[in-house]
């Protein structure tokens, strides 16, 4: 099992969501948030969880978005906001991943010098 998947039951290296994928690591739509130290949920044989902290901006947008298309097409308004306020979640994380990403691309391309502004 890769680092950044944990299987069920296990306890979770840090707070936030997790995601069910399948074994192929695909994502199975299932989602979990879950306190550092407490148990990932069960899932089925062969399945497990990976932190939606550990996937890339542009990951995580894509998972808003599919959760603005399946919003459209629920059937409760219980399940509209519940798909609106988890994209929302996802862009907030995806926006931290970019300021994250910009930070230490900064530090990353000129080591030892300080970036400055004129004017």
């Not at 995601?19 to 407490?38: H, K, M, N, Q």
């Not at 798909?83 to 000129?110: I, K, T």
Request: some cysteine; overall charge negative.
């Amino acid at each position: 099992m890769p680092n950044n998947e944990h299987s069920p039951y296990s306890r979770a290296p840090e707070t936030g969501i997790f995601e069910e994928i399948d074994p192929f690591g695909s994502a199975t739509g299932a989602f979990a948030f879950v306190l550092e130290g407490d148990f990932l949920p069960g899932a089925p044989r062969s399945f497990a969880w990976r932190a939606l902290g550990e996937l890339s901006a542009l990951a995580l947008r894509l998972r808003g978005q599919e959760c603005r298309k399946r919003a459209d097409a629920a059937g409760s308004q219980a399940v509209v906001d519940n798909l609106l306020a988890l994209a929302e979640r996802f862009d907030e994380l995806a926006h931290r991943h970019e300021q994250e990403e910009r930070n230490g691309s900064l530090f990353r391309s000129s080591p030892g010098k300080m970036a400055t502004s004129s004017g």
